[in-house]
């Protein structure tokens, strides 16, 4: 009678051991997962700092102006400096030698 006893006991202790190993696990990975989601918030964060921040640094400044000013004046274009030099023909001429 006294090992039914002793042995019942036994077992719901370590049945009750076991459940709060099991519930200890449980709560580490809660806070692991709660944790990560924490870094992913921080991480798409910065992401979109970054990001806003390349576009502001990569956008020329000229047009980084002409946003910030409020009318935009439109003028003609500007003409390529003439040179005095004639433009280059992309035929060759036939050298005298071939000529027969």
């Known amino acids: 009678m006294f090992f039914r006893f002793g042995s019942a006991l036994v077992l719901i202790v370590l ?4 459940g709060t190993s099991l519930e ?8 692991a997962v709660s944790r990560q989601h924490y870094r992913l918030e921080a991480l798409l964060q910065r992401h979109a700092t970054l ?16 946003l910030n000013q409020p009318t935009v004046q439109l003028g003609k274009p500007a003409q390529p400096p003439k040179s005095g030099k004639p433009a280059r023909s992309r035929r060759r001429k036939s050298s005298p030698a071939r000529q027969k």
């Open 15 to 18: 049945i009750a051991l076991a």
């Open 24 to 31: 200890k696990q449980s709560l580490e990975l809660r806070r």
């Open 51 to 66: 990001r806003m921040q390349a576009q502001h640094l990569g956008a020329p400044p000229r047009l980084v102006e002409t």
